[in-house]
């Protein structure tokens, strides 16, 4: 493959993930997707050098982060919250 369809295949790969996240219905499982779109975007805009892509999934990442270290947290303390009632 040239270098060109690799780019694409990255492109593909990014959007196919954004694409997933609206169907979980989890958001550990949703920030983690997203997590991966981020990086899948990273490597996209990289290849191209697509400045505004790149700065905006540099962005997006730290806060999907923090949003999927709360909902772990969240979740966890879910069942010990029930057996408490």
């Known amino acids: 493959m040239s270098a060109v369809r690799w780019v694409d295949f990255a492109g593909y790969i990014a ?3 954004v ?4 169907y979980m219905k989890d958001m550990v499982a949703l920030r983690l997707i997203a997590l991966c779109s981020n990086v899948a975007f990273l490597v996209y ?8 892509i790149l700065i905006l999934h540099s ?3 730290p806060i999907n982060a923090r949003r999927l270290l709360c909902a772990w947290r969240d979740q966890q303390a879910r069942p010990s919250q029930r057996a408490r009632i």
């Open 19 to 22: 694409f997933l996240t609206f």
């Open 45 to 52: 805009a990289g290849l191209l050098h697509l400045a505004p």
């Open 59 to 61: 962005l997006l990442i």
């Open 15 to 17: 959007s196919s993930l």
